[in-house]
């Protein structure tokens, strides 16, 4: 403990001593250096079986211990729990099942619409929900639209959700999503080089209808509620520069591909993870939710 006393002093610079104090508690745990240590120490006659025992006794206890105080101890920052902003323009019965089975703890979700109708139907079920006059951009401003980290343009009109995206990346959206009845080349080519997301209904249906004829396997994945399919940045450090087999969940999550800047690899226990990684993987969702979590956490 002492000699970990001067990690948690450096903690304490860049945390709250509440949770510097945890994470002094949670570097004492060790036990991997004490068992090589006290096997030459042995050998070289310098302490007796008795002592050996009792110092492996300790790091027993004090890998029992440290981390129940860890975690009895560490607290969440407001930081930690920052959500991502996704704001939806345009309500319909597929905005509202995406604003349903968005993660409330990774989105904070406003949905906006123009239409009266609309807004009675579903003002009980929507908690953030507003009514515009009116869909121009600048009434779409002022009601803090583009203030979003993930603009979606889901209003039924196509040249109104060019116009609303382009204006929201213009604005500094990070990702921006439109959707288009009428699909044509030459406005995906230019979507694309602008930095917009273009996503069709009609192409959707098409897309699960196919998936469920070619690979029912991958569509029960899709569709599962007991189990989820994730897409996470590998953001943790403690989780990086090291292999697939060393991560003490892996066997409770499949790893399906790994995406590294350009290019997709096929992952193996022996992948080395670095950095940015991007993982699709599947699980159980409660333990997905919690490995999310995890990975994506600096």
């Known amino acids: 403990f002492l000699a970990k006393l001067p990690v ?3 903690y304490m610079r860049a945390f709250n001593k509440r949770n510097a104090f945890a994470g002094g508690f949670l570097t004492a745990t060790t036990i991997t250096i004490v068992l090589p240590t006290l096997q030459v120490a042995r ?68 949905v906006l619409t123009c239409r009266k109708e609309k807004y009675d139907t579903y003002k ?11 869909r121009k951009l600048d009434t779409l401003e002022a009601a803090g639209a583009f203030d979003t980290d993930i603009f979606v343009g889901t209003f039924t009109d196509d040249q109104a959700n060019l116009e609303v995206g382009r204006a929201a990346k213009q ?16 406005t995906v080519d230019q979507l694309r080089e602008e930095g917009i997301e273009l996503f069709a209904f009609n192409n959707l249906h098409g897309a699960m209808l196919r998936a469920l004829i070619e690979s029912p396997a991958v569509y029960r994945i899709i569709t599962d509620t007991n189990n989820a399919l994730y897409d996470v940045v590998v953001r943790n450090s403690a989780y990086t520069g090291r292999q697939l087999m060393d991560w003490d969940f892996v066997d409770q999550i499949t790893v399906s591909r790994i995406r590294r800047g350009d290019k997709w690899i096929s992952p193996h226990g022996s992948t080395v993870i670095e950095p940015g990684d991007e993982l699709i993987y599947s699980g159980p969702w409660r333990e997905a939710d919690r490995i999310h979590q995890l990975l994506s956490r600096e």
């Open 8 to 10: 948690t002093l450096t």
């Open 43 to 110: 050998k070289l006659n310098a302490i007796t079986a008795t002592q050996s025992s009792a110092f492996i006794l300790a790091a027993v206890i004090v890998c029992i211990a440290c981390p129940i105080v860890f975690n009895s101890t560490f607290a969440l920052t407001p930081e930690d729990k920052i959500k991502e902003k996704v704001v939806i323009f345009g309500l319909n019965a597929v905005t509202m099942t995406v604003y349903q089975d968005l993660h409330d703890s990774w989105y904070s979700v406003q």
């Open 124 to 134: 009980s079920k929507v908690k953030n929900l507003k009514l515009l006059p009116d």
């Open 171 to 186: 604005a500094g959206v990070k990702r921006v999503i439109v959707s288009q009845g009428k699909v044509v080349a030459d």
